[in-house]
């Protein structure tokens, strides 16, 4: 079946960690994206991709970091520098043109204590 | 600036209540898209559907329906005879095709909820 994966569902963290949210999409879409999510704020992009070895920030960068070696993978890095990491992480694929809907992972939910 | 903007945070109906969740939006562009996505409580977005900037057609899928009006930019989604599968938060999100091309830029979502 053609889709996006997110490991894990569930993820628990001590303050001070990085901890790495693993993307991958096997629907051969060339853009990837990265989004947080924190109740009432709606979905805020973290980074995207829009071709191998390429990525760009979104709107709340800082603290993050990302990957894109292969096509079918974007790995997110939560870093120790970001503030208030505890929050819902969903990636997205599409083809990157505009007209085309981003198709959504399950999502990870991480929480750092 | 483009934004999307989801006046209603919570809406709460009794099944087979019609209910209609609003969306405005403003960008610049004149080819533009419109998105309406529904995340269910197990958390993964759902496409419902896309509209483009020069078709004003109204749509229908079932129960649920869409207005379009570029005159008030806006991206209207209606629920016919509400459902408690219903239940979810939904969110409306716009792409255009200047700037970074494929990004969408989503509103803050209605969260519906029906009760039976």
């Known amino acids: 079946d053609g889709g996006i994966t997110q490991s894990p569902k569930y993820l628990f963290r001590k303050e001070g960690q990085n901890v790495t949210l693993s993307c991958e999409q096997n629907?051969?879409?060339?853009?990837m994206y990265w989004y947080r999510q924190d109740p009432g704020q709606g979905l805020r992009l973290i980074y995207y991709?829009?071709?191998?070895?390429?990525?760009q920030k979104g709107d709340i960068a800082e603290g993050y970091s990302v990957s894109r070696e292969k096509k079918e993978s974007f790995p997110l890095t939560v870093t120790s520098a970001q503030k208030n990491p505890t929050a819902f992480y969903l990636c997205?694929?599409?083809?990157?043109?505009?007209?085309?809907?981003?198709?959504f992972g399950p999502g990870t939910r991480l929480t750092v204590t | 600036a483009q934004k999307v903007t989801q006046a209603q945070t919570e809406i709460s109906v009794v099944e087979k209540e019609d209910v209609t969740l609003d969306c405005v939006y403003e960008?610049?562009?004149?080819?533009?898209?419109l998105f309406w996505y529904k995340q269910p409580p197990s958390g993964e977005l759902v496409f419902l559907i896309r509209r483009n900037s020069f078709d004003e057609q109204n749509e229908i899928s079932g129960r649920y329906s869409w207005n379009f009006q570029k005159s008030t930019s806006s991206f209207n989604f209606t629920i016919t005879a509400s459902q408690v599968v219903d239940s979810a938060v939904y969110f409306c999100a716009l792409s255009e095709t200047g700037g970074s091309q494929g990004n969408l830029i989503f509103g803050k979502g209605t969260k519906l909820s029906v009760k039976p």
């Open positions: 997205a694929s599409s083809t990157g043109l505009p007209n085309y809907e981003q198709y």
């Open positions: 991709s829009q071709i191998v070895n390429d990525f």
């Open positions: 629907l051969n879409h060339d853009a």
């Open positions: 960008t610049r562009d004149t080819t533009y898209y």
